[in-house]
């Protein structure tokens, strides 16, 4: 399943409908249908991907494998999805070495 999710945000990559980095994120004002981060940020990067889950109400994935694999950038630990059909379509593909995030 993490192959198929690492698919389509190769899609997000090539269609230019993901932005990578908490400044670039926060500059988003609408249009975010995902927020993914990588499960060995720092506790206030993931406080960031909480906030902009919340700020833009939508799904927050835990990526357990390095996000910076996933989108070829090195040291990127969080990534904004703007595409609602691509976010829809990892989300229904989530598995393995993602895990969508439940607020405790």
Do not use: Q, W
């Not at 690492?6 to 994120?25: D, H, M, N, P, Q």
């Not at 206030?44 to 902009?52: H, I, Q, S, W």
């Not at 969080?78 to 379509?89: F, W």
């Amino acid at each position: 399943m993490a192959g198929k999710v690492e698919t389509y945000i190769g899609f997000c990559l090539k269609a230019r409908k993901i932005t990578l980095g908490s400044g670039s994120v926060d500059m988003l004002k609408k249009g975010v249908y995902l927020i993914i981060v990588c499960s060995d940020a720092s506790d206030n990067t993931f406080k960031l991907a909480v906030k902009f889950k919340n700020r833009h109400s939508c799904p927050l994935l835990i990526c357990k494998t390095g996000l910076e694999n996933a989108v070829h950038k090195e040291g990127c630990k969080i990534a904004a999805v703007r595409d609602a059909e691509l976010a829809r379509a990892i989300c229904a593909n989530v598995g393995g070495d993602y895990e969508l995030y439940a607020e405790r």
